[in-house]
């Protein structure tokens, strides 16, 4: 069993990824300071919030152990993003910025050296305009003993249909690193978004006359990003969505009746009244005989990697809507993670296939 360290943890997709590959981790502590995504974490994860060590500027290094064998941190992205004003790490004064935590998780680092260190951010941090912020990133790394192997990866390539680009920076501590990480190889991607969609969600989901006059007007040119194809690859999901959260088409074979909305309707026979909206915005339109939705929390957990069951312990523990948009734009992929661990956990992640496989072979020849 793996000791293991969570900072930046929000809703724990690192810890989901290797409840789901059968690693076996002791959970020292997490590191959390959104009061929500703590709350989250803890329901998700069934832990008490007390592990949680908050504000990481105010974390006491020193009272954690050494013997650590993993530490992650998706350290904050608003000043690397490029939706963000790009200030890196430090202001002009000299103060750290919001990504500029991501020294506290190297002041921990250096106290726990844990045996591998794994860091999420955004793909900007890779570009020519933070080359200086990247290099600093993993030179403060290779300072604190640690080898490190980066590499942007998109979710659409390891399972999961959404564009979704992040670099992974693998740290390996210097003293047991036998230099054989590698990045795990692209798999085919057998899923469409529309796997992950319910076919029929509340009214208040559709979008309103209001809104879908913007998209007439400008013939999708200023909104098609956020128009997405059920038999696509869904955007990027970002937690600044619970304002506008990504919108789907839905199939020109149905309608919806706004009394009953799990009734389905036939293009070929009489379209029901479309009333308005619960929650105001107008009345739902009917644009070239198909209807636009948003897309629900619940799918946005979806297309992260968690379960349904993740989200609806949410649901039932009054975390508002929003707030679920929020977590779910703010973690990663759980499905990238698998990936990585496996190549990271290679005996353990085998021994478990094998073990299935073994079972499997057994209840055949019986």
Known sequence: MIKYISLFSGIGAFEKALDNIGVKYELVNYCEVDKYASKAYSLIHNV?????????????????????????????CQDISSAGLQKGLRNEDGSKTRSGLFFDAIRIMKHCKPRIAI???????TSKRMSGVFDTVLSELEDAGYNNYWQVLNAADYGMPQGRER?????????????????????????CMGDYLDDNVPSSFLLSEKQLSKIEVSNFQ????????????????????????KCVQIADLHYYNMDMPNRIYSPEGISPTLKTVSGG???????KNKLYRKLTPKEYFRLMGFSD????????????????????GNSIVVTVLENLFKQIYKPVTQSIASLKQQSLDILNNI
């Open 309 to 328: 069951s993740d989200y609806q312990i949410l649901v039932d523990n009054g975390i508002s809507k929003s707030q679920l948009y929020k977590m779910a």
């Open 48 to 76: 008490p919030e007390s592990m949680n060590l908050g504000d990481i500027t105010k974390v006491d290094e020193t009272k954690l152990p050494t013997e650590i064998d993993l530490m992650t941190y998706g350290f904050p």
């Open 167 to 191: 670099v992974f920076i693998i740290s390996i501590r210097k003293d047991i690193d036998d230099r054989s990480f590698h990045f795990p190889p692209v798999i085919p991607l057998t899923k």
């Open 281 to 287: 915005g107008g009345e739902v339109k009917v644009l």
């Open 119 to 125: 860091a999420e951010n955004v793909k900007n941090l």
């Open 222 to 245: 200023q909104e098609k990003r956020r128009i997405q194809d059920r038999g696509g690859i869904c955007m990027t999901l970002l937690a600044r969505d619970y304002k506008d959260p």
